[in-house]
């Protein structure tokens, strides 16, 4: 019997294409990451070269300089790189450079090979079913849907400062016009390049930045307004997969901090904000485990989107950063919270 995800839609052809980009470019984001963290790489720049190169913004105007073409160096560059690198480009500006004009040639023809073809994109599905289809009752009235009332309220972890959050908002990183199923055995979820993930749960927002082991990070609290009940999507995918609650199956399917997804949030839809003190369990991937808690007299308060809350909302939002502000959690030291709850480590 065909289940939700058999009705999701193929991936259009729009969206392969930018999901294509977007990871063409990443390839340049990640060289320059590599030149200023990897010795192999870092030991075949050029010795007038490496001092200059402290970080990945460093590295990513040293290689946009190695374009010889000035016109074709300004806005978003690096699909042009991809596209265009020749290892001339190295040689003939610093004598003796073959070795590092061949590794970034190396990493850069990876990025050519990315073809609309390959399994990931024929593979991938749009988180929507088809108007005739006979499941698109339940999509609609599950899946993609408006909140109300209390359910509006959700928490979002990054590390990006206030001041710019509040200003710009959060989008995906790679604009689609609904978020994409990745419905491979190994993946099963929302691709999060493509939507802004909120936890209904603020103890799931404190695991983000995922992959940046960073100690100070924020809580951005905010409406969500429109979007996709992923939380809902896991819990078809148990069923479908006949897991029981509880099991350790079941916790590796299910989220157990309530992900929703939403294509945007607008300035206005944030509530607050504030600063989250974490600890890392190995001091590498906050999935180790981490212990939080929210640091007094930090982050800002959204004045004007305060005041439309309701009774219950503001009840919700005050008593949650109540429960989680100055005291560590899980307070005892022993235990760290993880993506299957708290466990004694």
Same mark, same amino acid.
Request: glycine share 8%; proline share 5%; with cysteine.
């Given at each position: 019997?065909?289940?939700?995800?058999?009705?999701?839609?193929?991936?259009?052809?729009?969206?392969?294409?930018?999901?294509?980009?977007?990871?063409?470019?990443?390839?340049?984001?990640?060289? =320059?990451?590599?030149?200023?963290?990897?010795?192999?790489?870092?030991?075949?720049?050029?010795?007038?070269?490496?001092?200059?190169?402290?970080?990945?913004?460093?590295?990513?105007?040293?290689?946009?300089?190695?374009?010889?073409?000035?016109?074709?160096?300004?806005?978003?560059?690096?699909?042009?790189?991809?596209?265009?690198?020749?290892?001339?480009?190295?040689?003939?500006?610093?004598?003796?450079?073959?070795?590092?004009? =061949?590794?970034?040639?190396?990493?850069?023809?990876?990025?050519?090979?990315?073809?609309?073809?390959?399994?990931?994109?024929?593979?991938?599905?749009?988180?929507?079913?088809?108007?005739?289809?006979?499941?698109?009752?339940?999509?609609?009235?599950?899946?993609?849907?408006?909140?109300?009332?209390?359910?509006?309220?959700?928490?979002?972890?990054?590390?990006?400062?206030?001041?710019?959050?509040?200003?710009?908002?959060?989008?995906?990183?790679?604009?689609?016009?609904?978020?994409?199923?990745?419905?491979?055995?190994?993946?099963?979820?929302?691709?999060?390049?493509?939507?802004?993930?909120?936890?209904?749960?603020?103890?799931g927002s404190a695991f983000f930045?995922?992959? &940046?082991?960073?100690?100070?990070?924020?809580?951005?609290?905010?409406?969500?307004?429109e979007g996709w009940n992923t939380?809902?999507?896991?819990?078809?995918?148990?069923?479908?997969?006949?897991?029981?609650?509880?099991?350790? =199956?079941?916790?590796?399917?299910?989220?157990?901090?309530?992900? &929703?997804?939403?294509?945007?949030?607008?300035?206005?839809?944030?509530?607050?904000?504030?600063?989250?003190?974490?600890?890392?369990?190995?001091?590498?991937?906050?999935?180790?485990?981490?212990?939080?808690?929210?640091?007094?007299?930090?982050?800002?308060?959204?004045?004007?989107?305060?005041?439309?809350?309701?009774?219950?909302?503001?009840?919700?939002?005050?008593?949650?950063?109540?429960?989680?502000?100055?005291?560590?959690?899980?307070?005892?030291?022993?235990?760290?919270?993880?993506?299957?709850?708290?466990?004694?480590?």
């Amino acid at each position: 019997m065909p289940g939700l995800f058999d009705a999701f839609e193929p991936l259009d052809p729009t969206s392969v294409n930018s999901l294509l980009d977007y990871n063409k470019k990443g390839a340049v984001d990640d060289i =320059a990451q590599t030149l200023v963290t990897k010795n192999e790489f870092n030991d075949l720049l050029p010795a007038t070269v490496r001092p200059t190169l402290k970080n990945r913004d460093d590295a990513l105007r040293w290689l946009c300089d190695l374009i010889p073409d000035p016109t074709k160096r300004t806005g978003d560059w690096r699909l042009y790189f991809v596209k265009n690198y020749a290892q001339m480009w190295v040689k003939k500006k610093y004598v003796g450079s073959e070795l590092l004009a =061949a590794a970034i040639g190396t990493q850069i023809q990876a990025a050519r090979g990315l073809k609309a073809d390959m399994a990931y994109y024929t593979e991938n599905r749009h988180v929507s079913v088809p108007a005739n289809n006979s499941l698109r009752g339940e999509f609609d009235a599950h899946v993609g849907k408006k909140w109300q009332g209390i359910k509006q309220i959700g928490w979002r972890g990054d590390d990006r400062h206030p001041k710019l959050m509040m200003q710009s908002g959060f989008s995906p990183r790679v604009s689609v016009t609904s978020p994409i199923w990745r419905p491979q055995e190994n993946n099963m979820d929302v691709d999060l390049d493509t939507t802004v993930c909120v936890a209904r749960d603020i103890r799931g927002s404190a695991f983000f930045p995922l992959s &940046k082991p960073v100690t100070s990070t924020w809580a951005y609290c905010v409406l969500i307004r429109e979007g996709w009940n992923t939380y809902y999507l896991q819990k078809q995918l148990a069923a479908e997969r006949g897991q029981t609650p509880g099991t350790a =199956a079941y916790n590796k399917t299910v989220w157990m901090f309530h992900e &929703k997804c939403v294509n945007k949030v607008e300035p206005v839809d944030i509530v607050l904000v504030i600063e989250l003190e974490r600890r890392i369990f190995d001091g590498k991937s906050p999935l180790s485990g981490i212990q939080f808690r929210l640091k007094d007299c930090t982050g800002r308060i959204n004045g004007d989107t305060w005041a439309g809350l309701d009774g219950q909302q503001k009840d919700k939002v005050e008593q949650t950063v109540q429960q989680f502000m100055g005291s560590w959690y899980p307070s005892d030291g022993r235990k760290w919270l993880t993506y299957d709850g708290i466990v004694e480590k």
